[in-house]
């Protein structure tokens, strides 16, 4: 199976196109969360099963040794701040 690409390492021409897929991607995710919110799904329950779905994915992708490997950085990825989202201030 292929290995889990690093986030951070983007080939140059792949680039901007990664970029923009990721955004896309995320707007789709976004409007889905804030629908099953609105409809009354707890975002606690949200959380677990996007996280399920995302992990069956890499699984499925790349494979259970790599997708491990993704897992096992991320408690030092979350701690560095990089889920972190900037409260804006009024």
Do not use: K
């Not at 992990?55 to 560095?80: D, H, K, N, P, Q």
């Amino acid at each position: 199976m292929a290995q889990l690409p690093d986030p951070l390492i983007v080939e140059a021409d792949a680039d901007q196109q990664a970029e923009d897929e990721r955004h896309a991607a995320l707007a789709y995710l976004d409007e889905a969360w804030n629908e099953a919110v609105y409809d009354g799904l707890d975002e606690d329950c949200l959380a677990q099963a996007a996280l399920f779905t995302a992990m069956r994915s890499l699984v499925a992708t790349y494979g259970e040794e790599a997708a491990a490997g993704f897992a096992a950085r991320l408690a030092e990825r979350i701690r560095a701040g990089e889920y972190t989202v900037p409260m804006n201030r009024q």
